[in-house]
Every structure is written in C-alpha cells, then in structure tokens.
C-alpha cells in the first residue's frame, strides 16, 4: 500500500519521474538542470531549508562548473568575495612561516556560505519548476528485487523511476541499501568551523583587500599539533570563516587536545588572533569531508539509483586546494544530463569522462603522499627553526650560514627530504 | 568555552535521541576516543571508565559513527525539520 503525501504535496502526483534526496549542491544542481530540461523532480530535503545542514570551509572554484550553468552567476548569486591572495602558512610550535601569493591565478573561485547559497540555488531550482520539500527526512531507500523503486519518508512511501542519492559524506541511504560497507575513516576528515562576524571594512583593511576581494589561507603543522590535516581560513562578505581539518583516522593514536580545545588554540595563535581581533563567533559548525580521492571514490549507480556529491566520495583535496563543491554541482549536473537523455546507467562514464574523473585519476597518488605524518609534524617547524636561526642576530659573531643549514639539514634530512617528496612525482 | 560556542547555534531539539550508545559497551577504547573527538565535545567519561554521550548539541557531524560503528552505537539522523540548522555554514 503507497500513501502519498497529499497534503504536503497537494496531491500532484503519487510516483515522480525523479525523486532527489537532499538539497545540497549536487542534489540541488540535478534538481536545477532536470526542471530547466521540463524533467518533474521532487527534492526531498531533511533540513528546515535547504542548506540548513551543509557546511563548507569553504571556497567554490566557480570555473570548472561555469559552463555548465551559464545563466546560474548572475548578480543575484550569493558568493561572498572572489579570492584574490592564497596564503600557505607553516606553523611551528612558535613563529610561523607565511607565503602569499597576491593575484596571478588565472580562474575565479570564491568564498561562500552554505546556508545562504544552497537556499538561493533551491530558490532557482524551484523557479525552473522543481518541486522541493523541506523537513523530510529519508529513513531508507525502497527496493523492489535489485531495483530501487524509490524512498521511505515517515511511514510513507514515494516512489520513483529513478532515485538520486545526494545524502552528503555519510550517505546512509547508499549503505543501508549495500552499495557500499560503512566508509572506513582512512577516507574521512573531520572539518570544524567557527563563522566570525566582522565588518566588510575590517575585513578589506586587514587583508589589504579591495572591495569584494578576498582572502583564502591554509595552515599547516602545530595547527592541528602535528596531526594529518591542517587549518583554514576564509574571508566571507562579513566574516571570517575559520576552521580545522583533521583526517579521521588520527583518533586511533590522537595525543593532542580534544578537538574544540584545538580549534580554540588555533584562534589563539598571535598570527591568527590578531586577523580575528574584534570579531563575534556567530556559529559552530561540523562536517565530515570524504578525503580518499580516487580510492574514496563509492559506487556511482545502482539499477534505479545514481549518486552524486559528497555520497559519491567525490571531493580532492590536493593540500593546497581543497575541492568537493564543484564536484558536487556537477556530478548533479551529469546525474540529470543521463537521466533526460534516458539513459542514466551512462552518468557513471561521464563523471569519468568529465573533469571530476580525471581529476582523481590524475591526483590518485596525492592521498598516500598527504598521509605521511612528517608534513605536519616534522616539516613546518623544520623551517620554522631553520629560518629563525637565519633572522638571528645574537650578541656577538654570527653563526656561517653553512653550519646552520648542516644543522638543520644534515645529509640524511636532506635524503628523507628526498624520499618524502619523490611520491609527488606520481601526481 | 564549547558550550559558550554550541550556544550560537540554532537547534530544534528533537524528543528521541538520534544516538545512543549500545549497553554492554559503555567502556569501549572507541567511545573514549570521542571523548577527545568529537567536535561537540558530547561524550564525558566517568570516573568509572564508562562512556556518556548527551545528544543536545550533536551537530550530526557522524564521525562518530565512522569511528565507533553500528557495533557500539545506534546512530541515525535526527528527523526531519528537527536537529542543528545551520543559518551559515
């Protein structure tokens, strides 16, 4: 027996062409691209309103999706500042190392906030016909034989010819149903983040930006106490958008203090403070990011199922650039393209096809080389020490800068060097 | 102060607790890892070595799902409309 959801839905219809679950950026997307091609969809969202449980650090890099949603950017777009200067900081027990590099990258990313920008791309989507449902929160996916048929809302369920599965990095729905065993923790990072409310001037004289300029910086080292990860921070319009990221699989031999305590040391640091002076914590937040790269990579379909996003594992982070949100919007993208031209079993091939495959495929080794401890516990106050011993100036002779650097990097520092950094070859 | 932060945020608290730890496995080496990971800082250990989670404040972050597992906790998403919403992220 099928009820529909009558009231909610005013009876329009008891099975969709396509049902959605969650209305993040890849759901969101499909739901967008699907509506503009006249495809019915209903997105089922579990949030008060879209974005209501997505986070980013974040920063969209808009020009690998451009294109694909070329009416999508206009004035009413939600991106909070274009990024300007990429600043990597090395973080050592004491003193820090900056570099900064102030223009010179050729394609637009931008800071953005979730809340706000998934609302108004649902805004969008629903304009373009979507229908959109909040508050509905998905227990499981129905299955008829080896086919999903469609979803289970409350006691109810709807179905579906096809099913998109856009749940985020713990996509349950795909492991109830066996796509996948539980994501194992190699392939997870914990990211948490404080919002920082600060005036557009504060933030533009700080960070010696123009108007609707912004800043994007990493941290890397004492940051996360030596741990596999790193901090970040992001200039919003009004904000400072300022986290942590710690590879999930660091709990099993974690000697640093407990997580909010990090996050708290971070803002503390005399670097970061200092960026931070005046502001109010507005919100606190927490997110999983899927950080296995290729190897992360879950099963895109299923008869009667795509998966798109964050669900799909779809996201790379290289240590320098962090990226999932342009994966997300266009595997949505992909998810729809497959399913209007009527053949959605194709949507795996054309994420391989697309940027997104061979993204991955390229950077496959970058996962392996990110995962050795010495980058975050051994070389940032490597440099942060050797540089020191250069600026200093003691009472009387002065060191030959030869010996300090033997010091510092004696042959088989120079040779570890070597055999820690060789596995970038392969990326 | 964790609590201090926890409290800018906005949630709809719902009346059944989306996770709960399984009896019998309260002493878990797991569940002592949360107390030092979870970014919500919900999980307390006594004085006895057992393992408390309190789910006001969760932000359905699940990682301790991902480290835990289904073995040691009954973990699902609060439901719909109810739990943390964020007005940022």
């Known amino acids: ?48 309103y879209a974005g209501a449980k997505s986070v980013t650090g974040g920063r969209l890099y808009l020009e690998p999706v451009r294109t694909l949603f070329s009416d999508l950017w206009g004035e009413d777009c939600p991106l909070e500042r274009k990024i300007v200067k990429e600043g990597l900081t090395l973080m050592g027990k004491e003193g820090a190392l900056s570099l900064e590099l102030a223009g010179g990258v050729k394609a637009a990313s931008y800071s953005i906030l979730r809340a706000r920008f998934d609302r108004w791309l649902a805004e969008k989507a629903e304009e373009a016909g979507a229908m959109i449902m909040t508050k509905a929160f998905v227990s499981c996916l129905v299955k008829e034989g080896e086919k999903i048929v469609g979803v289970q809302v409350g006691n109810e369920i709807l179905k579906a010819d096809c099913v998109v599965v856009a749940d985020g990095a713990l996509s349950l729905l795909t492991e109830g149903v066996g796509l996948h065993p539980p994501v194992s923790a190699t392939n997870l990072a914990l990211g948490v983040k404080e919002v920082i409310a600060l005036s557009r001037e504060r933030i533009e004289e700080r960070f010696q930006l123009a108007p609707g300029e912004g800043a994007a910086r990493l941290y890397v080292g004492e940051v996360t106490a030596g741990n596999f990860g790193g901090g970040f921070l992001y200039t919003n319009s009004e904000s400072i958008s300022l986290g942590l990221v710690v590879a999930c699989e660091m709990h099993a031999h974690w000697q640093a203090p407990a997580i909010p305590s990090l996050l708290d040391r971070f803002k503390s640091r005399p670097e970061v403070e200092i960026l931070l002076r005046g502001g109010e914590t507005v919100e606190y937040a927490a997110h999983l990011i899927p950080e296995g790269g290729r190897k992360g990579m879950l099963p895109l379909s299923a008869p009667g199922l795509l998966v798109v996003g964050d669900a799909a594992g779809l996201a790379l982070n290289l240590g320098y650039t962090v990226r999932g949100m342009d994966y997300a919007l266009a595997s949505g993208y992909y998810a729809a393209r497959a399913i209007e ?13 697309c940027f997104i495959g061979k993204d991955l495929e390229n950077y496959r080794a970058m996962r392996e080389f990110l995962g050795q401890r010495r980058l975050y516990n051994h070389y940032p106050q490597k440099v942060v020490d050797f540089l020191a011993d250069l600026y ?14 033997r010091r510092h990097f004696p042959w088989r520092e120079v040779w ?9 070859r392969r990326t | 102060m964790i609590e201090e932060k926890l409290a800018k945020n906005v949630f709809k608290v719902s009346e059944h607790p989306h996770l709960r730890i399984k009896p019998g496995f309260e002493k878990d080496v797991r569940l002592r890892m949360m107390v030092m990971f979870c970014p919500a800082g919900l999980y307390r250990e006594a004085e006895d070595g057992k393992v408390t989670v309190s789910t006001d404040g969760c932000l359905e972050c699940g990682t301790c799902r991902v480290i835990c597992g289904t073995e040691i906790l009954d973990w699902q998403y609060p439901e719909g409309g109810l739990g943390v919403q964020y007005r940022f992220g």
């Not at chain 1, 570890?416 to 970038?424: G, Q, S, T």
Request: charged letters at 25%; hydrophobic letters at 45%.
């Open chain 1, 1 to 48: 027996m099928y009820l529909t959801l009558s009231i909610d839905l005013g009876g329009k219809m008891e099975r969709f062409p396509v049902i959605i679950v969650g209305a993040g950026l890849a759901g969101l997307a499909c739901a967008y691209t699907l509506a503009k091609a006249g495809t019915e969809c209903l997105v089922l969202e579990r949030g008060d």
């Open chain 1, 392 to 405: 200093t100036i003691p009472a009387g002779e002065k060191e030959r800068l030869f010996t300090i650097w």
């Open chain 1, 341 to 353: 031209e009527g053949l959605p079993h194709r949507y795996p091939e054309m994420v391989a096809a």
């Open chain 1, 416 to 424: 570890r060097v070597w055999r820690d950094f060789k596995e970038l």
